[in-house]
């Protein structure tokens, strides 16, 4: 049975359907790109799973059912959100923004340790712990982001375009750490991209969304390496 596994999800804001039927995967230990144009889907993909929308149809995350689940719930299970436009605590430090993103914890030994792993990954925030948050750069909020994510200890990180408004330099940097991450830390990751390139080159698979529906899926290498894809569905 997949990790995650997702099967005809269904997503409403009021009387607005946004997402049709979507259904993929995601294997332990890997990661999966959702790709797509504005207003595809896939920002209310992540939001579904996390139970922030209402929904219809059936995920499972590690053999568990998680409808009918609280956002609070579902985050306790180890699914951390890393949402577009970051969400950082602009007036609180970095330091107080990671301590916050270890709130369901308790154990102190375990959270420092965690914390100067953090600043391994990403030294800069190493070198800026005591600085309001709100003063990073928008690269180095984003590498907060993913931070404070990882506080939480998560075994699905769920990372909204990540690489959104941030220069090309940046988004290379932060993708080599998130393979990193992946890597030491066996996290798996779904991520939601416009960036497909890039997405393509970290992910293992990817599922293509257009208008709330999945269109294509498979490995991101064969979604990578035929031209007539790229050229139609992913504009590179």
């Known amino acids: 049975m997949a990790f995650l596994e ?15 039927g979507v259904d993929f995967e995601l294997d332990e230990g890997s990661i999966t790109a959702v790709l797509g ?3 595809a889907g896939k920002t209310t993909t992540l ?11 059936e995920v499972t995350f590690d053999g568990q059912e998680l409808t009918g689940m609280s ?3 579902v985050v306790g299970l180890g699914i951390a959100h890393v949402p577009e436009g970051r969400g950082t605590f602009v007036r609180q430090s970095v330091e107080e923004n990671l301590q916050l ?11 420092a340790a965690d914390m100067e792993s953090v600043y391994g990954y990403f030294p800069r925030l190493g070198e800026r712990r005591r600085q309001q948050a709100g003063t990073l750069s928008g690269g180095e909020q984003q590498m907060l982001a993913i931070g404070r994510a990882l506080m939480l200890r998560p075994k699905l990180m769920l990372l ?9 330099l940046i988004v ?16 798996s990751m779904l991520l939601v991209e416009q960036n497909a390139s890039i997405a393509l080159e970290l992910a293992d698979h990817a599922y293509l969304l257009e208008t709330g ?3 294509m899926g498979g490995e991101s290498s064969l979604l990578r390496d035929d031209e007539d894809i790229r050229r139609s569905y992913l504009g590179y």
């Open 6 to 20: 997702v099967r005809g999800l269904e997503a409403y804001y009021r009387q607005t359907q946004a997402l049709f």
């Open 37 to 39: 144009a504005n207003g």
């Open 47 to 57: 939001r579904a799973i996390c139970r922030m929308v209402r929904t219809e149809g």
């Open 71 to 73: 956002t609070e719930r």
């Open 101 to 111: 993103g270890a709130y369901t914890r308790k154990n102190k030994a375990d959270i």
């Open 160 to 168: 909204d375009e990540p690489s959104f408004g941030l220069a090309p």
């Open 172 to 187: 290379q940097e932060i993708y080599e750490i998130m393979a990193r991450i992946r890597e030491r830390e066996g996290t």
């Open 213 to 215: 529906r999945v269109v």
